[in-house]
């Protein structure tokens, strides 16, 4: 062996050669929230700092290698995986030039990239599956080529991460993919249960086929568009929201879409396909006018059966899939929101639905007993007055507080909704707009409010509903609540900072956060300095 | 607008038989209908408009007055009894003037059109033929031709079939649903300017015309004469065509028994074509006297056996039969200005309504003395308008002309020299009647009752004396009615543009029981298929709601047109 190359190496290493880091400016993407980790991008060094917390107080930082160029990075849903989209370098050049890729990066036990997909050319849209099985690349506004096509997707199989993705054309006359999202496994007239993603251009519906049980050259050509109807001024019809229902003893799978614009809804019941065909189900489209503009629809189980719930006005029109029959229930006030609370009251077991409904114009809540939704002469519904309009409704994570909701007011107020006790407790802010954040899986059994770059935030314990002031002596960029790595039930909240290049955290013990009892971390971007 | 058609001439009672089968029956009306006629003057109606509500009256025919007119070769009418040279007005001169005509309101409305298992609707913007199966609901779309307008019914088939009329592309399309599902067709090319098409009981031959009552009159040229016919022998394989020419603006047309003619009722008279291996005209005969003074106000009936066509006019107190093998033509003069007339299944008998009463005629008359002929009445009524059960054996007397609130309800049978007969009150002046195809009911609809607050209204009568009429009021107008094939329910659809009600009603004849489901969009029409009522709206992407028969459930499918643009 030669010792010409040790003697250069030792010689460059003897001129001062330092992290790239600290040659560079560093600015971050936001940061994602996972599990038991907090990622922040740094896309000038193509590179994720990863933190995790070994233990209280506690801050590890990794550094993750990512593609070039990134345009996005999100969570799955359950906070156990990371991905990030980047474009690569582009035009490609050399044979070298990175290709457009989704780094797919774990954090247990240790950071770490488990997949790189590459693909041709550079897609700047993602969208991950609820339930962590899909992810969709797609094609947005910002994705420029002298030539595109703005339907063209890629589909990755999450659950086999040795999988290719598939790449396919969304089937579309007119129009590109503007939003997507998945069903539940769905019961087909022909064939095993599957999910659909459901794939909303600006005037048409695509579902694909998520079965396992077809290969991906059927999945990419056998797609079902479903274009709008005209609404009554004549224009073609957009889609506006999807919601989908399994089949029951009387009734097939359905998808259901909201119109823009619209007094209709489209019913698209997956009904048997016709003798002789191999398609798993056939699609018979079924306009229902619903008497107004729908602010939000969903499929509910009432007292009369399974129906479809349409908020217009101060009613709710119950709309019968099987036969397009409207029932017009009268709520008294302009509810815009619902979401169904079946299983956090436990009440699932009489076979019909809980909802909770909510507005964005009147400071009412209301819990909808939809068995006596047809009945009744209060139809079910029982309100309560909070003290502001509900801009929206969010579940706070883990089993226990599922029975607790956070009503999120227009005015910056929130409040936190027992729909057992049917109390809402207000959370007064100064007024200025807080953000919340939960831990991803509850386990701090704390919500945490903060307004960014402000230097105070909240602890509230979801048991006594007790605020906690706590302080940090940087402005805040953002709060996590994550778990501990060394695999024990602490947790740790992170509180980032991030003031012009300085990114630093300070650390909480989640469980009892205490500003008396914090450790400030600065530097993060070069390695990190640890301050007690 | 009321679809009055002072100039029909269609064998209206065949034609109802034959096109509906006794199963549906659609009347359209205007909201401005209880306007419409107002201020004519019937020198019948007695003064104040009182009448007994329910009096009844059975009894024997009773004699008429007036002679018999025969037919001299040459063709002018005589008059029968005195040989003198007689004008078309023989028997009239120095007598009130005629009463003011009725309207016709009850003809038949095509698509959409009901087979075994199916309804038909045609969508003349996408050029789709619907399929929707009365089974499951499913809905299956065919191609067909530029502008489908006009759908009917195959019969004759073991399938479920269908003949379509491309009104944009000169063709019709034949559509067959196989028992695979899957639907085979095949495109006729018609003559230009096709928008009727008639099919024959066996489903043998399918005529496809120009319907002069279905154009605007004030838009036709005068040579305009739609005069030509595309002729389909559908026991062909494939189908052939023929086009031919029948006489000028044909108006209706039937087929004889044996379907071995047709009958084309024109302008000037009727011409009638030989079906055969060939088909070809066969001859014009002339039905009245004066054929260019006289076809404004005509009523044409063809026997089913094709011999006769039994002739009325308005404003005339004579019935002409024609004699089509020969060219003869009888008048029959009545007592009193005939002022409708239909036919008997059979053939054997028209029904006219003379001076208000029910003279039967039989059919050819011969010698016989019209003051011999079977006359029914019901005290309290003086009916213009008459509608038959098909066994003849229930007319139903009523006006519109003039507001009237009565109906003469009578029964007889056979050659009616005995009956039944008795007048009820239904509070509403009266549009149209219907008599279910059993015989036991019949259905009025009717405009707004003085002092009403509804838009409109309907009654059941019975044929039992002995049972009160069922009025019901109306939010809106009704526009469209059809009975179930036992005469069992009926569906009656209302419709209200302007205020935007919409609605049908399921009526349970034998309780006089009705119940109304609200409908989201205006009616077109309504039918029957298996054991559902359906009711066929107005809406760009297809609406039509069924109505189970059993227990009135309801299931609207709309948008069964997008299915066609679904890509799966």
């Not at chain 1, 509810?335 to 077991?349: E, P, R, Y």
């Not at chain 1, 314990?461 to 002031?469: A, C, R």
């Not at chain 1, 300070?506 to 009892?512: E, G, M, R």
């Amino acid at each position: 062996m030669t010792k010409k190359p040790l003697i250069c190496a030792c010689l460059l290493l003897g001129c001062g050669g330092r992290p790239s880091s600290w040659d560079t400016t560093f600015t971050p993407t936001d940061p994602v929230g996972l599990d038991n980790a907090v990622a922040v991008l740094d896309p000038t060094l193509d590179r994720a700092l990863v933190l995790t917390s070994p233990g209280p107080l506690e801050l590890k930082e990794d550094s993750v290698p990512i593609g070039q160029n990134v345009v996005k990075a999100q969570a799955s849903p359950d906070g156990k995986r990371l991905f990030v989209l980047s474009r690569g370098v582009s035009p490609r050049r050399n044979p070298g030039d990175e290709r457009p890729r989704l780094t797919l990066i774990e954090t247990d036990p240790t950071p770490t990239v488990v997949r790189t997909y590459e693909f041709d050319d550079p897609l700047s849209g993602l969208v991950i599956d609820p339930q962590g099985e899909w992810a969709v690349l797609y094609v947005t506004s910002t994705d420029s080529r002298p030539v595109s096509n703005p339907n063209e997707i890629l589909l990755v199989n999450l659950t086999d991460l040795s999988s290719d993705p598939i790449a396919m054309t969304v089937q579309s006359s007119s129009g590109s993919p503007q939003s997507f999202s998945f069903t539940s496994e769905l019961t087909v007239p022909n064939g095993y249960p599957r999910r659909l993603l459901v794939i909303e251009t600006q005037n048409e519906v695509t579902l694909v086929d998520l079965s396992s049980s077809i290969t991906d050259d059927v999945r990419a050509s056998r797609q079902v568009t479903i274009p709008m109807p005209e609404n009554q001024q004549g224009a073609t019809g957009a889609p506006a929201e999807v919601v989908s229902h399994d089949a029951d003893d009387t009734l097939p799978a359905e998808l259901a879409v909201r119109l823009q614009n619209d007094t209709n809804v489209l019913l698209l019941p997956l009904a048997k396909p016709p003798d002789g065909s191999d398609l798993p189900f056939y699609i018979e489209p079924n306009l229902v006018d619903v008497g107004g503009e729908p602010t939000t629809i969903d499929f509910v189980n009432t007292d009369a059966g399974t129906r479809l719930a349409a908020l217009v006005g101060t009613n709710a029109a119950l709309v019968d899939p099987a036969t397009s029959n409207v029932l017009d229930v009268t709520l008294s006030k302009p509810f815009t929101g619902i979401a169904l609370v079946t299983t956090a009251i436990g009440s699932a077991t009489q076979g019909t639905d809980m909802a909770l409904l909510w507005s964005n114009t009147t400071p009412t809540i209301g819990l909808w007993d939809l068995g006596a939704a047809t009945t009744a002469a209060t139809h079910g519904l029982d309100t309560l007055e909070v003290g502001a309009s509900i801009r929206d409704v969010l579940d706070v994570p883990g089993d226990a507080f599922a029975t607790s909701k956070i009503l999120e007011g227009l005015s910056g107020d929130f409040y936190v909704l027992d729909l057992v006790a049917r109390r809402s407790s207000p959370m007064l802010t100064n007024g200025r707009t807080f953000q919340l954040t939960f831990a991803p899986d509850g386990q701090s059994r704390r919500l945490w409010a903060f307004t960014p770059s402000g230097a105070d935030f909240s602890s509230i314990d979801l048991g006594d509903l007790n605020p906690n002031e706590l302080h940090t002596d940087r402005p805040i960029w953002d709060v996590f609540d994550i778990a501990q790595s060394d695999g024990g039930v602490g947790r740790t909240a992170v509180v980032l900072h991030q003031v012009d290049t300085d990114f630093g955290a300070t650390l909480f013990d989640a469980l009892a956060p205490d500003t008396a009892n914090t450790r400030f971390y600065s530097a993060l971007a070069l390695g990190g300095l640890k301050h007690d | 607008m009321i679809e009055t058609q002072p100039n029909e001439g269609a064998p209206r009672a065949l034609e109802r038989l034959r096109v509906l089968a006794g199963v549906a029956v659609l009347a359209f009306f205007a909201t401005n209908l209880a306007a419409c006629g107002a201020g004519d003057d019937d020198s019948a109606v007695p003064a104040g408009g009182e009448k007994s509500a329910s009096g009844g009256a059975s009894g024997t025919g009773q004699t008429g007055v007036g002679g018999t007119t025969a037919l001299a070769s040459g063709g002018s009418f005589e008059n029968g009894t005195g040989g003198s040279s007689g004008s078309s007005t023989a028997g009239s001169t120095g007598a009130a003037p005629p009463p003011p005509p009725e309207k016709e309101l009850e003809s038949a409305y095509e698509t959409p059109v009901a087979t075994d298992h199916y309804v038909w609707t045609a969508n003349p913007t996408t050029g789709n033929v619907a399929l929707i199966s009365a089974d499951d609901f499913s809905v299956r779309l065919a191609q067909a031709g530029d502008a489908p307008t006009t759908v009917a019914a195959l019969p004759g088939h073991d399938e479920d079939d269908a003949i379509v009329l491309n009104a944009g592309s000169n063709d019709a399309t034949i559509l067959k649903l196989g028992s695979d599902g899957v639907i085979n067709s095949q495109t006729l090319t018609t003559h230009s300017g096709a928008n009727a098409v008639v099919v024959s009981p066996s489903g043998k031959w399918a005529l496809i015309w120009s319907n002069a009552a279905l154009e605007d009159a004030s838009t036709l040229d005068p040579t305009d004469g739609l005069q030509d016919v595309t002729v389909v022998k559908l026991d062909d394989q494939p189908p052939t065509t023929t086009i031919l020419t029948v006489g000028y603006r044909p108006s209706a047309v039937s087929f004889d028994d044996k379907e071995e003619h047709a009958f084309f009722v024109t302008a000037p008279g009727l011409t009638v074509v030989d079906l055969g291996d060939a088909p070809q005209p066969d001859r014009d005969v002339q039905l009245t006297d004066d054929p260019v003074a006289d076809q404004t106000a005509r009523d044409v009936s063809v026997t089913p056996d094709g011999a006769y066509a039994v002739v009325r006019l308005d404003g005339q107190k004579t019935l002409g039969i024609v004699d089509l093998g020969s060219g003869v033509r009888q008048a029959v003069t009545l007592p009193d200005y005939v002022t409708d007339m239909d036919l008997s299944a059979d053939g054997k008998q028209a029904f006219a309504v003379a001076g208000g009463a029910l003279v039967v005629v039989p059919v050819p008359p011969g010698d016989a003395d019209p003051s011999t002929f079977a006359t029914a009445s019901a005290a309290g009524e003086v009916g213009r308008s008459v509608t038959l059960s098909p066994d003849a054996s229930l007319a139903l007397l009523y006006s519109n002309a003039t507001p009237d609130q009565y109906v003469g309800i009578l029964t007889g049978g056979g050659d009616w020299t005995t009956y039944e007969g008795h007048a009820v009150d239904l509070k509403a002046p009266v549009q149209a009647v219907f008599a279910a195809p059993d015989a036991q009911h019949g259905i009025a609809l009717q405009t707004t009752a003085t002092g009403s607050s509804k838009e409109g209204a309907f009654s059941v009568v019975s044929a039992q004396v002995d049972r009160a009429p069922k009025i019901v009021g109306t939010d809106a107008p009704p526009n469209a009615l059809a009975f179930s094939p036992d005469g069992a329910q009926a569906v009656i659809t209302t419709r209200d543009l302007t205020k935007q009600l919409y609605g049908v009603y399921l009526v349970e004849l034998a309780s006089l029981e009705q119940t109304f489901i609200s409908l989201s969009s205006p009616p077109l029409s309504a039918g029957i298929v298996g054991h559902y009522g359906f009711v066929a709206q107005a809406h760009p992407e297809g609406r039509i709601t069924f109505i189970d028969l059993a227990d009135a459930s309801e299931r609207t499918l709309t948008g069964f047109e997008l299915a066609a643009k679904v890509t799966q």
